[in-house]
Nanobody
């Protein structure tokens, strides 16, 4: 079965940067598009960025030009570089396939605050 383990979150000031990592075990990592999702309190989980099997990247409008998604198939890992962070980026960030499977990891909390 597929397991997803996110890391790299924390507290950062507005305008700061952070890099999230997600290690995927089980399944054939390189065969699936992967995405980063986030969920704020009281909000639905939303897809933030996704990367295809050929490493073509896509982003929701609110993060375009600030976030960069990438993948390393040799390490079964997907990354999300977050730059120019804003308070509204505060959320728990999760990785999963696109479309997602039922299993989710524990996520990693990103808090943007001064």
């Amino acid at each position: 079965q597929v397991q997803l383990v996110e890391s790299g979150g924390g507290l950062v000031q507005p305008g700061g940067s952070m890099r999230l990592s997600c290690v995927v075990s089980g399944g054939i990592f390189r065969a699936y598009s992967m995405g980063w999702y986030r969920q704020s309190p009281g909000q639905e989980r939303e897809l933030v960025a996704w990367v295809s099997t050929s490493s073509s990247a896509n982003y929701r409008d609110s993060v375009k030009g600030r976030f960069t998604i990438s993948r390393d198939n040799a390490k079964n890992t997907v990354y999300l570089q977050l730059n120019s962070l804003k308070p509204e980026d505060t959320a728990v960030y999760y990785c999963n396939r696109v479309p997602p499977i039922r299993a989710w990891g524990q996520g990693t909390q990103v808090t943007v605050s001064s």
